[in-house]
């Protein structure tokens, strides 16, 4: 079967250092994936290769099978790509519905039932009550679901999320993993990067291990959690365990 | 189009208002004297102009500080077309040189977007700004635009209409259809999108707002409604030179009466352009002497006192954007 997003043979380099070197991933339809490994792994790069602000130097990226990569982010948003970035970009002077609105509006089904779409988003992410609020008077955690919620209205195949939990406390945490665990229940992929094992353990599928921009390992979280060259190269060494 | 009937019913308060706004300025001439009759003419042509401003100023966040490019492009082309081609009578000569002033500002601001609007924030003002400045100096030192000369517009007239009533009446249309344009533009997709780029450009891009097609269709079409405006100022002065029409107090006007108002809504722009003109002609202008300096003052006083303008400073406690 097709995954719904394919990583080829990426490469990227910053000034002669590789950022990513000769990755391939899968990503398949209807998971909750995971991307993890320590600082300057190459994650972030990754996601802006798959969301279009960078161009891979060398290899494919394909969503449903359709080359994305160089396309720009424009267009893979339109292609139903989503992503919430760690610091919350909302838009302050708007309110948290006119926020969640615009991915509405722009997102991949275009302009059909943008009302709907909002107001359900906005419940979804336990929104509702705060509508009508500039969204640049919301506390931290509310940011990251407003994050999620406007990312989920433009109706995308693949939600990119990038460290939703980093700096929120445990029942915050838990209010992401929840929504999470609901986007996903609603057809949405959802491809995470994450410093929080516990939460990474709990929630995904299949996890990814970049090291140095390489992937390392990749499998269900109890064999990569096993997997020696993970516990070498990302929770430290082998002695520490 | 769900989203036209929803944005209509959410400001039919607005709607009625302007209507009802419409109905008393257009019975206004009866009354008014002719000086005031004077003053309001200038009120609606200022407002007019802020408002085509703030199609991109206000809901797309880019500041030109050169807008008078469009108003002096608008009133050379009327004048120049119309003197070439002599048509009758005047109105119609007035028609076609209004529609060529909305068509070489097209043009121009079509061929500027693409290098102009990669410029953001100061960087874009400035270079608006100069776009100003060089067709200013144009207009003076190339002897076939004779700007430094000045050229003379067809006068025109209609039966039963006094001269000054004309300006008045004309603007007032030309007011509220650009009033309504930019209502149809803040509540269509663009406008929503519009006001996301203004927010954060990159980031309304990865949701998927076209910000590169959005921004030029608002610069487009804020720069031909300028050059319309101007080819119409043209004709209410009957004699242009450059110093007329290009003018930067006009394009720090546009900005000043936003920013008064309350930039980014629609009601703003003619609050403060209203405000403003009462201001420097009707109580200020006894006053010849230090006219400039309290027109100053007083504007450092509103802007400190309302930094969202007025409009702002009365919607502050609602929460309600003011449309």
Same mark, same amino acid.
């Given at each position: 079967?097709m995954p719904?997003l394919r990583?080829?043979?990426?490469?990227?380099?910053?000034?002669?250092v590789?950022a990513?070197?000769d990755?391939?991933?899968d990503?398949?339809?209807g998971s909750?994936?995971?991307?993890i490994?320590p600082?300057?792994?190459?994650?972030? !790069? *990754?996601?802006n /290769?798959?969301?279009g602000?960078f161009? +891979?130097g &060398?290899g494919?990226?394909?969503l449903?099978g359709? =080359?994305?990569?160089?396309?720009?982010?424009?267009?893979?948003?339109?292609r139903g790509?989503?992503?919430?970035?760690?610091?919350?970009?909302?838009?302050?002077g708007?309110?948290?519905?006119e926020?969640?609105?615009?991915g509405?509006?722009f997102g991949?089904?275009?302009?059909?039932?943008?009302?709907a779409?909002t107001?359900?988003?906005? !419940? *979804?992410?336990? /929104?509702?009550?705060?509508?009508?609020q +500039?969204? &640049?008077?919301l506390?931290?955690?509310?940011?990251? =679901?407003?994050?999620l919620?406007r990312?989920?209205a433009?109706?995308p195949m693949l939600?990119?999320a990038?460290?939703p939990c980093?700096?929120?406390?445990r029942?915050?945490?838990?209010?992401?993993?929840?929504l999470?665990?609901?986007?996903?229940?609603?057809g949405?992929?959802?491809?995470l990067?994450?410093?929080?094992m516990?939460?990474v353990?709990r929630?995904?599928?299949r996890i990814?291990?970049?090291?140095?921009?390489?992937k390392i390992?990749?499998?269900?979280?109890?064999?990569v959690?096993r997997d020696?060259?993970?516990?070498?190269?990302?929770?430290?060494?082998?002695?520490?365990? | 189009?769900?989203?036209?009937?929803?944005?209509?019913r959410r400001?039919?308060?607005?709607?009625?208002a302007?209507?009802?706004g419409?109905?008393?300025l257009?019975?206004?001439?009866?009354?008014?004297?002719p000086?005031?009759?004077?003053?309001?003419?200038?009120?609606?042509?200022?407002?007019?102009?802020?408002?085509s401003?703030?199609?991109?100023?206000g809901?797309?966040?880019?500041w030109?500080?050169?807008h008078?490019?469009?108003v002096?492009l608008?009133?050379f082309?009327?004048a120049?077309?119309e003197?070439?081609?002599h048509?009758?009578?005047a109105?119609?000569?007035l028609?076609?040189?209004?529609?060529?002033?909305?068509?070489?500002c097209?043009l121009?601001?079509g061929?500027?977007?693409?290098?102009?609007?990669r410029?953001r924030?100061?960087?874009?003002?400035?270079?608006m700004l100069?776009?100003?400045?060089?067709?200013?100096?144009l207009t003076s030192?190339v002897?076939?635009i004779?700007?430094?000369?000045?050229?003379?517009?067809?006068?025109?007239v209609l039966?039963?209409?006094?001269?000054?009533?004309l300006y008045?009446r004309?603007f007032?249309?030309?007011?509220?259809?650009?009033?309504?344009?930019?209502?149809?533009?803040?509540?269509s997709?663009l406008?929503?999108?519009l006001?996301s780029?203004?927010?954060?450009?990159?980031?309304?891009?990865?949701l998927?707002v076209p910000?590169?097609r959005y921004?030029?269709?608002m610069?487009?079409?804020?720069?031909?409604l300028?050059?319309?405006?101007?080819?119409?100022?043209?004709?209410?002065?009957g004699?242009?030179?450059?110093?007329?029409?290009y003018?930067?107090?006009?394009?720090?006007?546009?900005?000043?009466?936003?920013?008064?108002?309350?930039?980014?809504?629609?009601?703003?722009?003619?609050?403060?352009?209203a405000l403003?003109?009462?201001?420097?002609q009707?109580?200020?202008?006894?006053?010849l002497?230090?006219?400039m300096?309290?027109?100053g003052a007083?504007?450092?006083l509103?802007?400190?006192?309302?930094?969202?303008?007025?409009?702002?400073?009365?919607?502050?406690?609602r929460q309600?954007?003011?449309a």
């Open positions: 079967m719904l990583i080829e043979r990426v490469s990227r380099h910053f000034r002669g590789a990513l070197d990755v391939s991933l990503v398949p339809e909750i994936s995971s991307l490994g600082n300057g792994a190459g994650k972030s !790069t *990754l996601f /290769l798959v969301s602000f161009r +891979p &060398a494919t990226i394909a449903r359709e =080359r994305i990569d160089g396309i720009g982010p424009l267009r893979i948003a339109r790509i989503a992503r919430a970035f760690q610091i919350a970009r909302p838009f302050p708007l309110t948290v519905a926020n969640v609105r615009v509405a509006l991949s089904l275009g302009r059909r039932d943008v009302a779409v107001r359900d988003a906005l !419940t *979804l992410a336990g /929104l509702a009550a705060r509508a009508d +500039p969204a &640049a008077n506390p931290l955690g509310h940011l990251r =679901r407003l994050e919620a990312a989920i433009a109706r939600l990119l990038d460290e980093a700096g929120l406390n029942s915050e945490t838990e209010e992401i993993i929840a999470l665990r609901e986007i996903h229940r609603r949405v992929a959802v491809l990067v994450e410093h929080d516990a939460m353990m929630i995904s599928d990814f291990v970049l090291d140095a921009g390489s390992a990749e499998g269900p979280p109890e064999a959690a020696p060259r993970v516990i070498a190269a990302y929770l430290g060494t082998p002695e520490e365990d | 189009m769900s989203l036209w009937q929803e944005g209509i400001h039919r308060g607005w709607i009625a302007s209507l009802l419409f109905v008393v257009a019975f206004a001439p009866a009354l008014l004297p000086f005031y009759l004077r003053v309001g003419t200038l009120f609606l042509f200022s407002a007019a102009l802020s408002l401003w703030t199609l991109l100023g809901f797309a966040g880019y030109s500080f050169g008078t490019a469009f002096g608008g009133a082309t009327a120049l077309l003197g070439a081609l048509l009758h009578p109105t119609l000569s028609a076609v040189g209004a529609a060529a002033a909305a068509l070489a097209t121009l601001s061929l500027l977007a693409w290098p102009i609007l410029l924030g100061i960087y874009f003002a400035v270079a100069a776009v100003a400045q060089v067709l200013a100096e030192n002897d076939a004779k700007g430094a000369l000045g050229i003379v517009l067809p006068r025109v039966p039963g209409v006094a001269q000054h009533v008045y004309l007032l249309v030309l007011l509220f259809a650009i009033l309504a344009i930019a209502f149809a533009v803040r509540i997709r406008g929503q999108g006001v780029l203004r927010e954060d450009e990159d980031t309304a891009r990865m998927g910000t590169e921004k030029i269709a610069f487009v079409l804020s720069a031909a300028t050059g319309l405006l101007g080819a119409v100022y043209a004709h209410s002065l004699y242009i030179t450059t110093e007329s029409v003018r930067t107090d006009i394009s720090l006007d546009m900005i000043v009466y936003c920013l008064l108002g309350g930039i980014g809504t629609l009601i703003g722009p003619i609050v403060g352009a403003m003109t009462v201001v420097t009707v109580v200020l202008g006894q006053l002497g230090i006219h300096f309290l027109t007083l504007l450092v509103l802007v400190l006192a309302a930094p969202a303008g007025l409009v702002g400073l009365l919607a502050r406690r309600v954007p003011a």
